[in-house]
């Protein structure tokens, strides 16, 4: 079975990686760590562009996930469906809300 890749050693945010390790560590399945650190780095690299700064996850609200969701997919990369990105996005939300 293939391993997600370690984000830490990608210079991920610490915020999406402190979140990554919180998933690994509940022991679900690779596939679905790989799901959601792409979907991360997706937000993040079109909140960079779109916004001019990195996401700060703890502040980000509803509308920032719709924003990118509505933007074109082409635009985003390769074209994912805006459905692959908004659960993974939402439940990093979650996280950092409740790790403050």
């Known amino acids: 079975m293939p391993q997600c890749e370690d984000p830490v050693a990608e210079n991920m945010d610490p915020a999406a990686a402190r979140f990554l390790q919180h998933l690994a560590a509940k022991g679900g399945s690779v596939y679905t760590e790989r799901n959601y650190q792409q979907a991360l780095r997706e937000f993040a690299a079109w ?9 700060d996850w703890a502040a980000l609200r509803r509308d920032d996930f719709r924003d990118f ?23 990093s939300m979650d996280f950092s809300s409740a790790k403050g």
């Open 47 to 55: 909140h960079k562009n779109q916004r001019g700064t990195a996401p």
């Open 69 to 91: 969701l509505r933007f074109p997919a082409a635009a985003r990369e390769a074209g994912r469906p805006s459905s692959f990105a908004f659960p993974p996005c939402a439940r």
